[in-house]
C-alpha cells in the first residue's frame, strides 16, 4: 500500500516539474506586457493610450520588442504586441510569442510573422470611412487583412462600397487581431472593450470624477462663488478650485489678493479642505505661486504641465484615463464644458458623458466656470447620479508634491500638508511692491513722515531739557 501511494507521489511531482515553465510562472506572475514596435524604439502617443487603456483593468509593463527574450513573456499572463512600425521581427520574440499561451492580441503590421497568423493575408490598400457602428471623421488608410474562414470577426469596418473584418479572434489558438487603434471620437472609446473582451479581463465598474470649479481670478463675483461651493458641499461633491493669481487684461497685471472678499473667502476654503489648481503661463508660473502662497493658499496641482508640480489637469484630446507620465500623474478633463449660451447647456455634456461611460474605468473630468454660478449644479450632480457609477475624487486626499526654490508643499494622502517657504524679507517686500506699487508708496511715505515726526519730536524734547538744565545751572551760578 505505501509502495503504491509513494509511486503515484512520485508521478505527480514528475508531471508538475515536467510542466511548461510559464504556466507554472504566469500563475504568480504579473498580468499584461505591452510590447511595442516603434521607428525609434520610443513610446508614442498610441502606446501611450493603449498602456492607459488597459491599465484601468490590471498592471501593465510596457516593453520595447528589443528587449523580449525567449523566456521574457514567461511571468506574464496576457499580451498585446502593438505594431505601430513595418520591420523584421526579432527571432527571440517570436519564438517568445509562438511558445505564449495565455491571452494575446496583435494591432496593426507585421502579424504574418507570427504563427497564429501564418494563413493570413494581406490585402490592397483601402481607405476606410466606417469602424462598428461609427463613421469616421476623414476617410484612413488600411492594408485590408483576409483572414482564414475559420477566424471569429468582432467588428467590422467598412470603405465607399465594401466591407472588412477589422477585430478577429483567432478560434484556433489565443491570439486576435486589431486592425489598428483609431484615435479619432467617438471610435476610441470603444477600444478599451474590445480589448477588455479579447483578453478576457473584468471590467471595472466604478469611473473616478471630479469637478474643478475653474475662472477664478482678480474679477470673480464671490457671492456667486459661495453659492456653487454651497451646492457642491450640499451634493458631497469636494471642492476643488482652478486659481489664476495673475490676471493679465490689455498689458496689465491684476493681482487676486486686490479682491479682498474673495481672498478671505478662499483662505476659509484652505482652512475647510479644498485643493487648489494653479492656472498660470508659464512666464508667470513661479511667479503666480508665489503670489498665492504668501496669501496662505497652497495649490498642490497645475493647469496643463510643469515639473514643479508631481500633479497636474490637463485638456488633452483622446485621453481619458487618470496616468502617470515621467513621474507626473495627469488628470484627464474629459467632459465637454458647459456651454450656457445653448438653449440646453448640458446638452453636449450629456452625449460626452455618454461616451466616457462606454470605456471601462475612464475618469469624468469636468470643468464647471465659477461665473456660471449655481444654476446647473444640481443638474449636472442629478444627471451624474443617474447615468453613471462613479467615485469622486477629492485631490486633497492625494499625494502631491510642489517644490521651487522658495516653496515646498508636500501633501499626504490624509490632506495633510507640510509647507516650507524660504522667502528673505527683501523678497517679501519686493513682492508686495510688484503687486501694489501705489498702496506701498503711498506706506513709505507714511513711514517717511512718521520718521521725520519722531525725529523732529526727538530733537525738540532734547533742545527743552537741555535748555531747562541749562537755565537750572545758570540760577545756580547766579544765585
Not at 472593450?193 to 469637478?211: E, K, N, R
Not at 531739557?465 to 547766579?478: I, Q, S, W, Y
Request: glycine share 4%.
Amino acid at each position: 500500500m505505501r509502495f503504491k501511494i509513494g509511486i503515484l507521489v512520485f508521478i505527480g511531482l514528475s508531471y508538475l516539474f515536467a510542466m511548461p515553465q510559464h504556466y507554472q510562472a504566469s500563475a504568480d506572475g504579473k498580468d499584461i506586457a505591452l510590447i511595442y514596435v516603434t521607428s525609434d524604439r520610443q513610446v508614442d502617443e498610441e502606446v501611450q493610450i493603449l498602456r492607459e487603456m488597459l491599465a484601468a483593468y490590471t498592471d501593465v509593463d510596457v516593453i520595447p520588442i528589443e528587449n523580449i527574450q525567449e523566456d521574457t513573456l514567461a511571468v506574464y499572463k496576457r499580451i498585446v504586441l502593438f505594431n505601430g512600425y513595418k520591420m523584421q521581427l526579432p527571432d527571440e520574440a517570436l519564438r517568445a510569442f509562438n511558445e505564449f499561451q495565455g491571452q494575446a492580441v496583435a494591432i496593426g503590421d507585421n502579424i504574418e510573422q507570427l504563427a497564429p497568423f501564418a494563413q493570413w493575408h494581406s490585402g490592397k490598400t483601402v481607405a476606410l470611412r466606417k469602424i462598428g457602428e461609427h463613421m469616421l471623421e476623414r476617410p484612413l488608410e488600411w492594408n485590408a487583412i483576409t483572414p482564414p474562414d475559420h477566424a471569429e470577426v468582432k467588428v467590422m469596418a467598412s470603405s465607399f462600397n465594401a466591407d472588412f473584418p477589422f477585430v478577429m479572434k483567432e478560434r484556433d489558438s489565443n491570439w486576435s487581431y486589431i486592425g489598428k487603434v483609431i484615435q479619432s471620437s467617438p471610435v476610441i472609446y470603444d477600444w478599451p472593450s474590445i480589448l477588455g473582451d479579447l483578453l478576457q479581463l473584468s471590467t471595472p465598474d466604478i469611473h473616478p470624477a471630479f469637478i474643478v470649479l475653474t475662472d477664478i481670478n482678480m474679477e470673480t463675483d464671490v457671492v456667486k462663488l459661495k453659492k456653487v461651493v454651497e451646492q457642491l458641499k450640499h451634493y458631497n461633491i469636494p471642492i476643488n478650485l482652478q486659481i489664476t493669481p495673475l490676471f493679465e487684461d490689455d498689458g496689465a497685471l491684476y493681482y487676486l489678493r486686490n479682491n479682498k472678499a474673495l481672498l478671505k473667502y478662499l483662505q476659509q476654503l484652505q482652512q475647510e479642505g479644498g485643493a487648489f489648481i494653479l492656472s498660470s503661463s508659464q512666464a508667470n508660473m513661479e511667479k503666480s505661486l508665489h503670489t498665492l502662497v504668501l496669501s496662505h493658499i497652497y495649490p498642490t496641482l497645475i493647469q496643463g504641465d510643469s515639473t514643479l508640480f508631481s500633479g497636474a489637469l490637463r485638456q488633452q484630446e483622446n485621453h481619458f484615463y487618470i496616468t502617470e507620465i515621467d513621474t507626473q500623474k495627469m488628470y484627464p478633463y474629459t467632459i465637454t464644458a458647459i456651454n450656457d449660451m445653448d438653449a440646453h447647456p448640458l446638452y453636449a455634456l450629456q452625449q460626452s458623458i455618454r461616451y466616457i461611460k462606454s470605456a471601462p474605468g475612464s475618469a469624468i473630468g469636468i470643468q464647471y466656470p465659477s461665473y456660471l454660478g449655481a444654476h446647473h449644479v444640481q443638474e449636472l450632480a442629478e444627471l451624474l447620479n443617474k447615468k453613471v457609477q462613479l467615485e469622486w475624487l477629492d485631490f486633497r486626499k492625494t499625494e502631491q508634491l510642489v517644490k521651487t526654490s522658495k516653496v515646498t508643499i508636500a501633501q499626504s494622502a490624509n490632506g495633510e500638508q507640510k509647507v516650507q517657504l524660504s522667502f528673505t524679507n527683501i523678497e517679501r517686500l519686493k513682492m508686495r511692491f510688484d503687486e501694489r506699487p501705489f498702496e506701498m508708496v503711498l506706506w513709505l511715505l507714511v513711514i517717511i513722515v512718521s520718521l521725520f515726526v519722531t525725529v523732529f519730536f526727538m530733537n525738540t524734547l532734547r533742545l527743552r531739557v537741555t535748555l531747562r538744565k541749562r537755565l537750572f545751572e545758570e540760577r545756580k551760578h547766579n544765585g
